[in-house]
């Protein structure tokens, strides 16, 4: 932890976590994003702006990381346009103070004003499972965040799928892979099941160590290292670069 802290960050990253379906992991996803990124970089670096109305991240990264600042801006229909246009303003901010993260936990939903918000981001991290029930809501969305990147004629942001509650040694997703091979999106590693990470997960990181939770560890180290790589150090934009890419879907790391 304490070597890849010296390194910093030298332009800013605004990451969303969003998906129209419900019940999926986002604030989970959010939490454990957070708690991997203070391991790597300053946590004062790092603003996570909790847009559900359930407050989840508020509530558990408050108690467990309160180095780690957090912004409860509710969307909701009352509070829509107001607390769009607030998170829009943070993610300005940010984007002038080289070294910082802002993480977007986003509601479930179908806002398109919401969505055009999201599509600001630099990447969007869409966790889901591998049943149907999720994977057909998932696919809608992504078409709908490809559809506004392609009315804008952008690049960003960086879709990546998050596998969630994956049964352990499932190393098949040829499924989930074609239904996205049309899509411009990218499989990030797998996760068992986010909730677990969050339950071992409830302390310092020392108490995090002397867990026995080994999957729940593994998972967050892998998602950690992944983010690390391909987000902070920029290697997705590397890889886009090459123009070479025989499929939209990049394999899983």
Same mark, same amino acid.
């Given at each position: 932890?304490?070597?890849?802290?010296?390194?910093?960050?030298?332009?800013?990253?605004? %990451?969303?976590?969003?998906?129209?379906?419900?019940?999926?992991?986002?604030?989970?996803?959010?939490?454990?994003?957070?708690?991997?990124?203070?391991?790597?970089?300053?946590?004062?670096?790092?603003?996570?702006?909790?847009?559900?109305?359930q407050r989840t991240a508020t509530e558990f990264l408050s108690k467990s990381n309160p180095e780690i600042n957090v912004e409860f801006l509710p969307i909701t229909p009352a509070f829509e346009n107001t607390n769009i246009s607030?998170?829009?303003?943070?993610?300005?901010?940010?984007?002038?103070?080289?070294?910082?993260?802002? %993480?977007?936990?986003?509601?479930?939903?179908?806002?398109?004003?919401?969505? +055009?918000?999201?599509?600001?981001?630099?990447?969007?991290?869409?966790?889901?499972?591998?049943?149907?029930?999720?994977?057909?809501?998932?696919?809608?969305?992504?078409?709908?965040?490809?559809?506004?990147?392609?009315?804008?004629?952008?690049?960003?942001?960086?879709?990546?799928?998050?596998?969630?509650?994956?049964?352990?040694?499932?190393?098949?997703?040829?499924?989930?892979?074609?239904?996205?091979? +049309?899509?411009?999106?990218?499989?990030?590693?797998?996760?068992?099941?986010?909730?677990?990470?969050?339950?071992?997960?409830?302390?310092?990181?020392?108490?995090?160590?002397?867990?026995?939770?080994?999957?729940?560890?593994?998972?967050?180290?892998?998602?950690?290292?992944?983010?690390?790589?391909?987000?902070?150090?920029?290697?997705?934009?590397? %890889?886009?670069?090459?123009?070479?890419?025989?499929?939209?879907?990049?394999?899983?790391?």
């Amino acid at each position: 932890m304490g070597a890849n802290k010296s390194k910093i960050l030298t332009g800013a990253k605004s %990451i969303f976590v969003a998906n129209v379906k419900g019940g999926v992991g986002k604030s989970t996803l959010s939490i454990m994003l957070a708690r991997s990124l203070a391991e790597r970089m300053p946590a004062q670096n790092i603003t996570v702006i909790d847009t559900d109305l359930q407050r989840t991240a508020t509530e558990f990264l408050s108690k467990s990381n309160p180095e780690i600042n957090v912004e409860f801006l509710p969307i909701t229909p009352a509070f829509e346009n107001t607390n769009i246009s607030l998170v829009q303003q943070f993610i300005k901010q940010i984007e002038f103070r080289p070294g910082h993260v802002a %993480i977007v936990d986003t509601p479930a939903g179908s806002s398109q004003r919401l969505w +055009n918000l999201v599509a600001e981001g630099y990447c969007v991290l869409i966790p889901t499972t591998l049943s149907n029930a999720d994977l057909y809501p998932t696919e809608n969305f992504i078409r709908s965040m490809d559809k506004v990147k392609a009315r804008y004629n952008k690049s960003y942001p960086h879709l990546i799928v998050c596998p969630n509650k994956i049964p352990f040694g499932q190393k098949d997703f040829t499924v989930m892979a074609e239904r996205l091979k +049309n899509h411009d999106v990218v499989i990030g590693p797998p996760l068992r099941d986010l909730a677990s990470v969050r339950h071992f997960y409830n302390g310092k990181i020392e108490n995090w160590e002397k867990k026995t939770n080994t999957n729940a560890q593994t998972d967050f180290k892998q998602f950690g290292s992944f983010i690390e790589k391909f987000v902070l150090y920029e290697e997705l934009d590397k %890889i886009y670069s090459k123009n070479n890419i025989p499929r939209n879907v990049v394999p899983i790391r």
